[in-house]
């Protein structure tokens, strides 16, 4: 056989098995590309199912505190309230704070899944909620006292709000809340009913560590909302003690 009719039966069989190589290279690319897709969304929605509520909790929390330093809502609400707004000042900011920790606790429970974009972030997590906790529960002396909570109380209040379910974890909305824990029914949550009604008569000695823990929590929305799709900026200023009229 000539060298040329060797090529020509040659050539095909080279070209066909080279194409293949390509097509299944160009295949399983976009195959593993495909499939990372996947994963990242499939990361993204196991992320969301603590840090969305986390953040949907020191939003709603860091709110409070605001109305409470700064337009006085205990005064008006419990100290010169009638019985309807007295209760719902102490139960519902109760819940508030106990939602918060709920949803700590839940995270530090969980944190495989609650890992952010990078372990930066992740560490930033953990330690601002180590920050949040040790605020509330320091006796310094510019604190007066005042609204403290110890870090196990904390916890203990966390870990009674959550509900198992289906291989699931949450924390349970006010009204359970209210239908699970009414005054007298759970040690560590009428300690912190007692902490809030203090702040009718010593608000002003509360001051200092409410705003101190409010400027935290909106240091954990800018970490968990970063770029204000959740909650707008003009809702997350960080409180200043001199602001506090």
């Known amino acids: 056989m000539t060298d040329g009719g060797l ?9 066909g098995a080279f194409c293949g190589w390509i097509s299944g290279g160009v295949g399983g690319f976009f195959s593993a590309r ?31 505190i605001y109305n409470i330093v700064e337009r006085h809502f205990m005064n008006h ?25 709920c949803w700590f606790e839940l995270t530090r429970q969980e944190l495989y899944y609650i890992e952010l974009q ?3 972030d992740t560490r930033q997590l953990l330690h601002l ?21 110890f870090a196990g109380e904390q916890r203990a209040i966390g870990e009674n709000l ?4 289906d291989g699931s974890s949450s924390c349970m909305g006010f009204a359970q809340f ?9 040690k560590q949550i009428d300690i912190l009913r007692e902490e ?35 909650f707008p900026q003009k809702s997350r200023q960080k409180m200043q003690l001199r602001d506090a009229r």
């Open 7 to 15: 090529l020509s039966g040659v050539l095909p069989t080279v070209i």
């Open 178 to 186: 209210m239908d699970t824990f009414p005054p007298g029914k759970n």
């Open 77 to 101: 609400f419990y100290v010169h309230g009638d019985e309807r707004t007295r209760e719902y000042c102490v139960e519902n900011t109760a819940f508030l704070i106990s939602q918060l920790f």
């Open 196 to 230: 809030i009604s203090k702040l009718g008569a010593n608000e002003h000695l509360a001051r200092v560590r409410l705003i101190d823990i409010q400027n935290l929590l909106i240091d954990l929305l800018a970490l968990l909302d970063p770029k204000f799709l959740r």
């Open 129 to 149: 909620q180590d920050n949040v906790q040790t605020l509330w529960g320091t006796d310094k002396t510019k604190y007066h006292g005042i609204f403290c909570l």
């Open 118 to 120: 990078n372990e930066k």
């Open 34 to 64: 495909h499939e990372k897709k996947k994963a990242v969304h499939q990361r993204e929605k196991e992320v969301s199912v603590y840090s969305e509520p986390l953040a949907h909790a020191a939003f709603d929390l860091q709110s409070r």
């Open 162 to 165: 959550i509900i198992r379910r």
